[in-house]
């Protein structure tokens, strides 16, 4: 069996959370599987040098117009939030801890993640707003707690954002599929073809 | 009649070379022009105080894996010239004496250099290989050469440049279409839909 997809993200990438809208079934097109993996992008910035896009004078305000009308292009909802970036450390070890108990879990939960973001303009990086998305996926919210502030956890993040950025990963969405890497949502047409054609 | 789509370009912009030969046809569907508007690039970066891409750590090389693969996306020629980035002052400042005479033989004289940097890997920034384009396409070059010295012409290409980032180019390609801008090839799609819908 071919190997998954590798998709790399950041809970508070707008461009993330419309490509984990259509990954997913992208890849069940062509029979493969997709390894979600959440990263601190801001420690991707530290090696690239590169400055928070929306901060860039000229570039920002573009992009903030190209990331809606991406949306409204992709036919998704997304309003943009109140405050960003949002702190995603939580979610992102959250994510890790239930993917170790139960991956459809934890990707249910990214989902709801990105959707209270991207969608309904909640902080997820207030730990009440995650932990809200915890209870209602029927989660043991205490346990979550305790499994974030373990070492393990910690490390992981820190670890698999490593391993993003050795990768060569220095924005988000970042994608790696069958060797080749593909970078943003615009991306995913590229990503289709090199699936069916098995590389262009 | 609908007001053209603006097209500003680098000589020496990959993604550039990529969008000049599908704008055209692309606009053609709906019976629409362009306005193709060379620029100098480096002013807007000085604005925007965003590095050459190439030169990013980690982006730079996945960008250059990324304008391979997406001429082959496109089904477009390509070869990485030898010598990057260019001087493209000079085929800029042609270009525009060249409109003011004859827009088909502007037109032509654009795609041929764009060809001569990003097929053929000619570098566009010696003079002798712009006169060498001038002359294969039965342009005089002793008129050629005394226009692009001309303080009107001069000042045309920073005019233009200045317009553009009046308008908030920051990278290139970027169109304008019907007061929306779009930044990069591969917005096309998105550009395509535009002009279906008149918007979206």
């Known amino acids: 069996m071919a190997e998954p997809i590798e998709f790399w993200f950041d809970f508070s990438s707008p461009y993330s959370y419309l490509a984990s809208e259509r990954i997913d079934e992208?890849?069940?097109?062509?029979?493969?599987?997709?390894?979600?993996?959440?990263?601190?992008?801001?420690?991707?910035?530290?090696?690239?040098?590169?400055p928070l896009l929306l901060t860039v004078p000229l570039k920002g305000e573009y992009s903030k117009r190209d990331i809606e009308r991406s949306a409204?292009?992709?036919?998704?909802?997304?309003?943009?939030?109140?405050?960003?970036?949002?702190?995603?450390?939580?979610?992102?070890r959250g994510y890790y801890w239930l993917h170790g108990q139960d991956c459809t879990l934890a990707r249910k939960f990214a989902h709801a993640v990105f959707r209270a973001y991207w969608v309904d303009d909640c902080d997820?990086?207030?730990?009440?707003?995650?932990?809200?998305?915890?209870?209602?996926?029927?989660i043991d919210s205490d346990a979550f707690m305790t499994a974030i502030a373990t070492p393990a956890i910690k490390d992981r993040v820190k670890q698999e954002t490593d391993a993003a950025i050795a990768q060569g990963m220095f924005g988000a969405p970042y994608f790696m599929v069958d060797g080749e890497p593909f970078w943003g949502a615009d991306r995913l047409p590229q990503i289709d073809k090199w699936l069916a054609t098995g590389g262009f």
Chains 1, 2 share one sequence.
């Open 26 to 50: 992208l890849a069940v097109k062509y029979g493969r599987k997709v390894k979600w993996r959440p990263v601190m992008l801001g420690a991707a910035f530290k090696v690239s040098g590169l």
């Open 72 to 92: 409204r292009f992709m036919d998704l909802p997304f309003a943009f939030p109140s405050r960003f970036p949002a702190a995603t450390l939580a979610a992102a």
């Open 124 to 138: 997820i990086g207030e730990l009440p707003v995650v932990l809200e998305i915890v209870d209602y996926l029927g």
